[in-house]
């Protein structure tokens, strides 16, 4: 159909790994005012170059946002391979797609491309030390669209939650609902990231083409031990109902957790560039997460 008078064609985004927790909410929020298509592994798999790339072509956006990932932290200290072939190469082959149509791309990237020994929130310009393979094959990816691109974005965040997808605040509401007594670590501090917000700030981010490295996160910082605390405490708050018993929270080490996968104590991510930009910072996690639990109104 063809376009009336004065009438502005929106500009086209894809999206991978749209089916997940981040995807759903950028192909949500970007909607309103771009052209999005989500795409999933169904149609095309990251991993192989030629199929990304055909895709890609096809659409012809003028930006992808790469959301898609092997996000499961653990497992990936026992799966190497498919960590790096998913979160390295697959980055890679999308950043090649972008450069053969000439479009931008925006990589999300994670907290734990740092070790967590700096006694204050981490800048883009810190120096990267993962501690996992996980870290490691987010670190790759972030290398991959330098090396091959000259325009994009790479957006670190943490700790995040939303509609769509397993994440922390509705595994620990599950437990509280079921167990008298949950351990949670504390010795391990970040910044508590809703993907609405999230998907909303990326938008505002994009909007003004000012490529580089980002890092967005909701504001102020926790435990996790802090972090489930607070999850039970809005909740009871919302519906005194919702549990018959109070849950009791304990505190522990993540060294009692025996994990496959060593995290960063400290993986607060500061802003930086957003305050040398002068884009506003997201709300704090502690407001993001009561609209979370309010079925996601903000």
């Known amino acids: 159909m063809a376009k009336g008078k004065g009438q ?20 949500e929020k970007l909607g309103e005012r771009y052209a999005v298509k989500g795409i999933t592994i ?5 991993t192989d170059l030629d ?15 790469h959301a898609a990932a092997y996000t499961k932290v653990d497992e990936c200290e026992s799966n190497i391979s498919l960590a790096y072939r998913v979160n390295a190469i697959g980055t890679r082959n999308v950043a090649i797609a972008c450069q053969g149509i000439d479009a931008s791309m925006v990589y999300i990237s994670t907290d734990y491309i740092f070790d967590g020994t700096k006694d204050s929130p981490y800048v883009e310009f ?7 393979i996980y870290g490691n094959s987010k670190l ?9 691109l000259s325009r994009f974005y790479i957006i670190r965040t943490a700790w995040l939650y939303g509609e769509g997808g397993a994440n922390f605040v509705d595994t620990i509401i599950n437990k509280a609902k079921t167990e008298k007594q949950l351990k949670v670590v504390d010795d391990q501090r970040g910044s508590p ?18 490529y580089g490295i980002y890092h967005i996160t909701n504001s102020g910082s926790c435990s996790w031990f802090e972090f489930a605390k607070k999850i ?21 080490k993540s060294s009692e957790l025996k994990r496959p996968a060593k995290r960063p104590a400290n993986s607060v991510l500061r802003n930086f560039m957003l305050e040398l930009e002068g884009i506003s910072l997201m709300r704090h996690w502690e407001e993001a997460l009561k ?7 903000s």
């Open 8 to 27: 502005k064609v929106k500009k086209k985004v894809l999206i991978t790994g749209a089916n997940g927790m981040l995807g759903r909410a950028l192909v």
């Open 42 to 46: 169904d149609d095309a798999d990251i």
């Open 51 to 65: 199929a990304i790339a055909k895709v890609i072509t096809k659409i012809k956006p003028a930006l992808v946002i």
């Open 126 to 132: 810190d120096p990267a030390n993962p501690l996992s």
């Open 140 to 148: 790759a990816g972030e290398v991959f669209v330098q090396q091959v």
């Open 193 to 210: 990231t809703y993907t609405k917000d999230l998907a909303d700030k990326i938008g505002e981010v994009i909007s003004r083409e000012g």
């Open 232 to 252: 039970v405490e809005i909740s009871l708050k919302k519906n005194r109902s919702y549990m018959t018993y109070k849950t009791s929270i304990v505190p522990i």
């Open 291 to 297: 609209s979370y639990l309010s079925n996601g109104d």
